[in-house]
């Protein structure tokens, strides 16, 4: 798969700020894969995504565009984009129609909005001032907005952030469609949920630097335990035992437990993302 967008050595300090926020990360992203740049609040992760969508320049380090310099990249570059910002950003007093019908003026490119607004279910509220939608309609109106030029590469910033479950299905399925029509992906969140259902590959921001970067099945396989929970009745009780899995054929006190005992039930315990998240947060580089 070609690269898409390459980061080498990425340092940045706010203007005026005394420590440094990205600390010298390296990454590539691959043409039509979701990449997940995940990390705990404050980590940098909105930094980054402004910083590859050129609203923060004055970066050190190299960023590369399929091989061409974001530095030397024109005005040109936002239409081969699309960008969902963490916050929701919208003209309150125009309607959500009159907003997209300006965002969209903005580029070469068009799509037909109204089948868009369909399928995040706001048709219905087109004509609403945006001031007087929820927080989810918002998110959603801002997703839409991120479509609008149709983009090779979107970049989302916690894009299911406040949404009902239906909602975030929807938009995430859009997402997997994305990918599927060849489009790129480089998203930041906190749900571990989206990470699994999304992401081809993650890398964990920590205090600037980069912690890990690997598959979610990779990660699962080096942070992850292998046991078994074997939940088992005694005197009228239900009780809990935990076995390593390894030689668990071998293991006495596990197959005396089977014979033995009324057996309830049996878990593998698998190391959630969640479980991962906090480990690799925790690490303190
Ligand atoms: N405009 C700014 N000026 C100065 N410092 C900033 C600015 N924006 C963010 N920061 C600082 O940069 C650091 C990283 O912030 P950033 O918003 O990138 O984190 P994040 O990983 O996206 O966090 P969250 O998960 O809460 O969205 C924080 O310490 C924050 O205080
Ligand atoms: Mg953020």
Redesign the pocket.
């Known amino acids: 798969m070609e690269t898409a967008f390459s980061v080498i050595d990425l340092e940045f300090t706010y203007p005026k700020a005394k420590n440094q926020v990205i600390n010298g990360i390296s990454f590539d992203v691959c043409e039509g894969e979701i990449f997940g740049l995940l990390g705990p609040s404050g980590a940098g992760?909105?930094t980054v995504q402004k910083i590859l969508t050129k609203l923060l320049t004055d970066y050190d380090g190299r960023i590369s565009y399929f091989g061409e310099d974001l530095k030397s990249l024109s005005k040109e570059f936002y239409e081969y984009i699309g960008v969902g910002f963490?916050l929701p950003v919208s003209f309150g007093k125009l309607t959500a129609i009159e907003n997209l019908k300006f965002f969209s003026s903005l580029y070469k490119n068009q799509v037909d909005y109204n089948e868009l607004l369909k399928r995040v279910d706001l048709y219905s509220d087109r004509n609403k001032k945006v001031c007087e939608f929820s927080k989810g309609m918002k998110m959603r109106l801002n997703f839409v907005r991120a479509l609008l030029n149709n983009p090779k590469i979107l970049f989302l910033?916690?894009v299911t952030n406040g949404l009902d479950p239906k909602n975030s299905k929807i938009i995430k399925d859009m997402i997997l469609e994305f990918k599927e029509n060849g489009g790129t992906v480089f998203l930041?969140t906190h749900l571990m949920g989206d990470v699994e259902q999304l992401c081809d590959r993650v890398a964990f921001l920590v205090d600037g630097r980069i912690a890990e970067i690997s598959t979610p099945r990779e990660l699962k396989q080096k942070y992850g335990r292998r046991e078994l929970i074997v939940e088992y009745k005694e005197d009228k009780n239900i009780k809990s035992q935990t076995f390593d899995m390894n030689k668990l054929g071998d293991n006495q006190s596990f197959l005396t437990l089977l014979k033995e005992k009324h057996i309830e039930t049996l878990h593998s315990g698998e190391t959630s993302l969640e479980d991962i998240f906090i480990i690799v947060a925790g690490m303190g580089l």
Do not use: A, F, Q, V
Request: no cysteine; charged share 65%; hydrophobic share 0%.
């Open positions: 992760k909105s963490e910033d916690e930041t």
